[in-house]
């Protein structure tokens, strides 16, 4: 009686497990630099150049430019699901990430919470209200949106 139940519950848990879409693609899980932290990128941006990363926070803006889209991220730690943690004081600077798609920013409105996989290109300087900031730069390679949160 039990084993047909078993069978449904496993078939369900596959297609549910399968329509979710993956922080971390197959094809990308092997190529990411784990032992690179956000703290040593932002240090010495240059130093880890062509480097394939994950990291993730909440987008502070996203702006569509003549060679893509260009997101900024206050970086917050990720959690083991590759999610954005909720302690945005635990955060470490800021970074900018490109995507050379059409990506419409309407649809990263400020506070979206993203984990990106991205190819360090290296560091851009702008301002940022009354001095300039250096923000690493990555090349998105895949872009994670998590749902908004209620609080």
């Known amino acids: 009686m039990?084993?047909?139940?078993?069978?449904?519950?496993?078939?369900?848990?596959?297609?549910?497990?399968?329509?979710?879409a993956p922080v971390l693609?197959?094809?990308?899980?092997?190529?990411?630099?784990?032992?690179?932290t956000f703290a040593q990128l932002k240090d010495s941006p240059d130093s880890y150049?062509?480097?394939?990363?994950?990291?993730?926070?909440?987008?502070?803006?996203?702006?569509?430019?003549?060679?893509?889209t260009r997101i900024e991220v206050l970086q917050i730690p990720l959690e083991d699901?590759?999610?954005?943690?909720?302690?945005r004081t635990a955060s470490?600077?800021?970074?900018?990430?490109r995507q050379q798609e059409f990506l419409d920013p309407a649809t990263l409105p400020p506070g979206t919470r993203v984990t990106i996989v991205g190819e360090v290109t290296g560091a851009t300087t702008l301002p940022l209200d009354?001095?300039?900031?250096?923000y690493p730069t990555l090349?998105?390679?895949?872009?994670?949106v998590w749902p908004m949160r209620d609080n």
């Open 139 to 144: 090349e998105i390679k895949h872009l994670k």
């Open 25 to 36: 693609p197959a094809s990308l899980q092997l190529q990411v630099d784990r032992t690179l």
């Open 92 to 97: 470490e600077g800021r970074f900018l990430a």
């Open 49 to 68: 150049h062509g480097r394939l990363v994950i990291v993730g926070g909440e987008v502070l803006s996203a702006k569509r430019l003549k060679e893509g």
């Open 130 to 134: 009354e001095t300039d900031y250096t």
């Open 2 to 20: 039990w084993l047909p139940f078993r069978r449904l519950l496993l078939v369900l848990s596959g297609l549910l497990a399968g329509c979710a």
């Open 81 to 87: 699901s590759h999610a954005p943690g909720k302690d």
